[in-house]
């Protein structure tokens, strides 16, 4: 049964479902080729964003002195300042190191302080305290005055294990010279004592150690004047003399100096600011309330989910720090990540990373940042998931649209498909074409207009079919009737014409086989079809002689025979070759010019002997060269009358049917002039 329609249907269907799926995974495709670009983009901007921070001195400090995440900002501990010292008596400057360096601890009240050490141990062991406070109008100390209490002083306290120093520090006022601003501010220097000494006539301070305070002239509440409710922001910067770092640097060999040394990390500094007549200090540096200052743990925010930070000190084995960035790191679905994964893009199976080194006063330092694709891939798998609707929709729009065509058109086509078949081959059998009932398949629409048109067409060929049975039966009665009657009066003509050298009898005989061949049959064609040729070796040039000297008997005169007198022998059958070349001869007799001769050439060529029959006429039209030889096919000659001119177009259907069942070939060709037929016999053997 034909497929093609069906297959073309459902391959159409099935294009359309592979096209949905195909232009799906091409968004998504493309999807994760920006993803994976704009990934990449990304993290080299944090990684440049990380070494940026880590490159200003802030971040050198982060670097200079890794705090572990979970230590407190106080008590305060000594850092390793990016600078080689401080300018501890110049205001300005010491404010720009500390501010630009971010080692300050910022207190609740407003309050920071910097506890550091430079990076050049040869500008001394000294550990430097820089920030501010806020407090009323500063008292100063009296010269000469042993009570401190009576002025507002600065205690300060260092330990390092089982070893401490402290420090008492009264602030002495200096007078301000130069300054002709309303509210000029207030300098003074804080000269240092051992804290703990008894404070007594002939004392002297201690000499290494150096502190300056300075507080504005400026009311923190946008006021100026000298109204005790009016607070003002002081500044305080001192340079303690700790020997533990002295030690550090003169124990050891000047070319091998360990800096910072060892003990730098068990050290502890407090400062605390007291009033005058208060032991409750302004400001403690020990309050709980702090926030520490810039730490590389401060720069996990910056990583996404799987991303991995690792800062390692060049020539060292371990990391100075290594973080990943936190957040969901939870998977997509397996099926979806195993897509997502399998999709090619350009470089998906490369891990992207970047490194670069910064350089500090104390080292280099690697920074390299990993990337992670799970959160990448998860952000993937939304959109698939997203996606997939979308697919999921046009799929079912699309097996809908099958479903409707197939149940609605393809299956009755397929049933209208297989009844045809089988009114085909009821047609082509003995019995002819049942009636076929089509109503299931009927409708208002196009198919169903077909199905009752067929219905009506076959029903039509069915009636023709039994009519024509029964013209069938009628004429094979006829053509009984006929041969019975022809059959007689041949027979007695026989007896008349008994000598076997009798021309007549010849032609008698000849009509007797016309008549059995037709006898019996319902048609002439299917007679000729079914005739029965007898094959036996026949001497061809006599034959041709023979025929050509009584061609005029047969109504064709001037026939002329071209042969070399040669003996030819072929396998074919008296009557049915006399009756062929019969047939050929009148045709060409009746189309050929009048007066002009016609030639029959007899010639060898390999295993067969042919023989040209050429008139000289009008030529077949080269549509006809083929169909004549068909049934009932003839080309009727313009120049002939009605009469002349009426046959049936058998003659030439006869001919090439007995050739074809003697073995040979018949064939007819335009030449200059006229027109020749060739026929074909294979030699006997």
Partial sequence: MPLGLRLFFRGVFAMLALATVAMALGVLQHEK????????????????????????PAGQLALLNPRPVNQPPTPLRPVVLPFAGIDFDDRTKVQQAVEMAGCQVQYRDGAALCAAVGHNPFAGGFVYLAGSFVSGPLVPHVRGDLDFGRAHRVRVRVSQGDRAWGWIAPFERLPVRGRTSESPGVIGRLTGYLDGAPIVPGVRPVRDF????????????GRTGGADECRHRSFVSLRLPVEVLREAIFRADPRHIVWPPPELAQMVVRLQVLAPGDDAPLFDSDSPHADPPFALSDLAPLLQPG??????????????VDMAGSGSDSLPLPWVDSLVRRLPVEGHDELPNWAETVATPLGRFEVRLDGDLRGLHGSLAAVAARLSWVVAAMLAAVLLAWLAIELRIIGRITRLTRRAVQVSRDVRSNDGADRVDMADLGGR?????????????LQRVQDDLRREKIRLAQEKDQW?????EIMSPLQSLKALHGAQDDPSRRYVERMQQAVRVLYGHASPSEAFAGATIVLQPLELTGFLIHLVANAAQAGVPDAVLNHDGAALWVRADEYSLEDVLTHVLRNAHRHRVPGTPITLTLRATGAEVCIDIHNQGRPIEATLLERIFEYGVHDVDPGLDEDEGAHRGQGLFVARTYMAKMGGTIAAANVPGGVVFTLALARAG
């Avoid at 080729?33 to 200003?56: F, N, P, S």
């Avoid at 991303?307 to 100075?320: N, T």
């Fill in 210 to 221: 150096r502190g300056w305070l300075w507080q504005d002239g400026r009311c923190l509440e």
């Fill in 480 to 484: 009984h009737a006929v041969g019975h």
């Fill in 307 to 320: 991303e991995r930070l690792r800062v390692r000190r060049e020539g060292a084995s371990a990391d100075v």
């Fill in 33 to 56: 080729q920006r993803a994976h670009d704009h990934y990449r983009e990304g993290l080299r901007k944090t990684h440049a964003q990380i070494v940026a921070r880590l490159r200003h």
């Fill in 445 to 457: 629409d196009e198919l169903g207009v077909l199905a009752r048109t067929l219905q009506e067409l």
